[in-house]
């Protein structure tokens, strides 16, 4: 019997016009109301997940850069993930709904309110991706902006901080017995004073203590920073990570040696490992995909040099597809990761028609090369990940309902058949249905 594994999907543009550019646009797609995601959320409660992650990033970026985000919507428009959460929630019942936030965005004490205030609404499915990119700092007076590993550190003050004023409240503070005349008792109320390196606040909290535990936090980082916080923080990590049995053993023993360094024990945390599927109706016509992937055409090539300019805020459209890149246009804002990321291993004579076709060649599942396959060869994947000892997967994409049928109308019925995708949910939230195996 194989084993069952967890399931998120991840929202992977943000709450924003994800779909543009796609013939899904044609489809109800009207993505400033809640409708066309609480069908989505609906779809992906009936097919078992355990939580809906959605990415968010509250800046369009430095301000001379701002036409390459916003052109083809790769970079924004995004509206707040948090405030979607609330109708996700009322238009489900036991998925858990993670919105991104960033310490930078909120102070902690209007933090733990909300966030107090969404897990009680939520029946305790609220979860927390938090992310500590410090791009966005101007717009918060957040000055000077904080390096890489100090922008993690306030994070850890900012959790440790909310997680105090959820529990200003002692055990017995809360009476709520009409026979004894009594709601609370004050004197068990703790002003839980906060002095540290990034924030000072006073407590108590003025919302009730959670009777199911707190929300779930979620990370994204891969960077030995960021694996710390998982493993000292977190309930879900994001891993991304190459597919294969050594990559994927090395990272779950990092987060699990985290974890422990922590005094937390590895069955903590879910591990849940980014795959972004490209599903096709057979074998054939996955050869075909990935055949034609090799020579992509003008439009295809353009669609990648779009995203890349917004993701690295560096105009590659104005830039000749025949002449070799010269990575001098790329200004100090870009990190040196992102241009080794764009250029991969070629020479500095390559041509930026060849580098970017680089990123539009796609693999085979069947192979282990890539993620273009049927149902059935995703299925044997996500299969052999649990016989490695794989907690989960995190499937990557658009929440649109056209997108999420195309997923999972065939794989959902496979996964179960085989004992890998949950049949029913339990009660009392997300973090029991994340223990709940
Ligand atoms: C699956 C996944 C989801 C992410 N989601 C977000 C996001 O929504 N917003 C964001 O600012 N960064 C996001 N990130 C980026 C990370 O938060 C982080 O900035 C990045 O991984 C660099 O951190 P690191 O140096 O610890 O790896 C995501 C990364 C991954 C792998």
């Not at 969404?118 to 902006?145: C, E, I, K, W, Y």
């Not at 539009?360 to 299925?379: H, K, Y």
């Not at 794989?411 to 085989?418: A, C, G, N, S």
Request: glycine share 10%; hydrophobic share 40%.
């Amino acid at each position: 019997m194989s084993r069952l594994q967890h399931f998120g999907w991840f929202l992977a543009r943000g709450f924003g016009p994800q779909g543009w550019g796609h013939p899904y646009l044609d489809w109800n797609y009207r993505w400033t109301e809640p409708r066309l995601y609480q069908e989505s959320a609906r779809v992906l409660e009936q097919a078992g997940f355990d939580l809906l992650i959605i990415e968010d990033a509250p800046s369009l970026g430095s301000a001379e850069t701002i036409d390459l985000r916003v052109r083809q919507a790769f970079g924004g428009p995004k509206h707040d993930p948090l405030l979607l959460a609330p109708y996700l929630f009322d238009a489900t019942r036991h998925l858990g709904i993670a919105p991104t936030v960033n310490p930078a965005a909120y102070l902690p004490y209007t933090a733990a309110r909300q966030f107090a205030t969404l897990q009680h609404l939520s029946g305790h499915r609220l979860g927390l991706n938090v992310v500590t990119d410090t791009g966005s700092a101007r717009h918060f007076g957040d000055a000077p902006q904080l390096g890489h590993d100090a922008a993690y550190d306030r994070a850890e003050e900012w959790l440790r901080g909310i997680q105090d004023l959820w529990r200003s409240w002692d055990d017995d503070a809360l009476i709520a017995d009409p026979a004894r005349g009594r709601y609370a008792d004050g004197d068990k109320l703790h002003a839980v004073p906060h002095r540290g390196a990034h924030f000072a606040f006073d407590g108590p909290l003025n919302a009730i203590p959670f009777t199911e535990g707190d929300p779930a936090i979620v990370s994204p980082g891969g960077s030995g920073r960021g694996l710390a916080f998982a493993g000292a923080n977190s309930d879900v990590q994001l891993a991304l990570a190459p597919l294969d049995r050594e990559s994927i053993t090395a990272y779950r023993a990092k987060i699990h040696a985290a974890a422990a360094a922590s005094g937390r024990a590895p069955s903590d945390i879910r591990i849940l490992f980014a795959i972004q599927p490209v599903l096709v109706s057979s074998p054939e016509e996955a050869d075909r995909v990935v055949a034609a992937s090799a020579h992509p055409d003008d439009a295809a090539l353009r669609w990648i040099a779009e995203r890349q300019s917004s993701d690295l805020e560096t105009d590659l459209t104005a830039v000749d597809l025949d002449r070799p890149l010269d990575t001098a246009i790329f200004g100090e804002h870009v990190s040196e990761g992102s241009i080794r990321r764009l250029v991969g291993a070629h020479d500095a004579a390559t041509p930026l028609r060849t580098i970017l076709a680089a990123h539009a060649r796609l693999g085979r599942l069947r192979d282990g090369s890539g993620f273009v396959g049927t149902a059935d060869e995703l299925a044997d994947r996500i299969q052999e990940l649990g016989d490695w000892g794989n907690d989960g997967v995190l499937l990557w994409g658009d929440l649109h309902p056209v997108a999420v049928h195309r997923t999972l109308g065939e794989l959902v019925p496979i996964l179960r058949r085989r004992g890998i995708l949950r049949s029913e949910y339990v009660d009392g939230g997300l973090k029991a249905n994340l223990h709940a195996f």
